[in-house]
């Protein structure tokens, strides 16, 4: 989180903005889902590729997870608190719910990282630097070939 506040310019506000939940509350669950959102945003990749939210009471809920093709669909309760559990967590690929009620994004992540290998899925161009970053810095699969802005963030995280 150190390395994130140090972020400036058009990328450091959005971190704040995604981390801002964090500090609103004490739940683990909440930090973790800021943590990996910000990655992204640290990675100069679109959060919204990854992790969708929408709300109950949004009716194109079903349109949207049958137009996504990989990620992580958050239904959540209409005036929720940050520290609130959402209604539910799943992982759309293709358009089809292949796993529900996963609880919190950090678990539905592992999961779809675990999905990815167990199918021999290709990780999305537009989030690359994310799933480089879980597999081979978090996972330690394969880091010994790491792209640039990788091992920068490996260096930063060792220091």
Not at 11 to 23: H, L, S
Not at 37 to 59: A, S, T, W
């Amino acid at each position: 989180m150190k390395i994130y506040a140090k972020k400036g310019g058009i990328q450091g506000r959005k971190i704040k903005t995604i981390m801002a939940p964090a500090t609103q509350t004490a739940a683990v669950e909440v930090r973790r889902e800021c943590i990996l959102k910000g990655l992204c945003v640290y990675l100069n990749e679109d959060p919204e590729k990854l992790v969708k939210d929408y709300l109950d009471v949004d009716k194109s809920i079903a349109t949207a997870i049958a137009e996504t093709v990989f990620g992580i669909c958050v239904i959540r309760s209409e005036g929720a608190e940050p520290g609130d559990d959402p209604q539910d967590v799943m992982i759309v690929l293709e358009g089809v719910e292949v796993m529900g009620e996963l609880g919190n994004v950090a678990f539905a992540v592992a999961m779809l990282l675990g999905l990815v290998y167990s199918l021999n899925l290709s990780y999305p161009p537009e989030l690359r630097y994310t799933f480089e970053v879980l597999q081979k810095i978090l996972m330690e699969l394969d880091a010994h070939k790491l792209s640039n802005k990788v091992q920068v963030l490996k260096t930063l995280l060792s220091r």
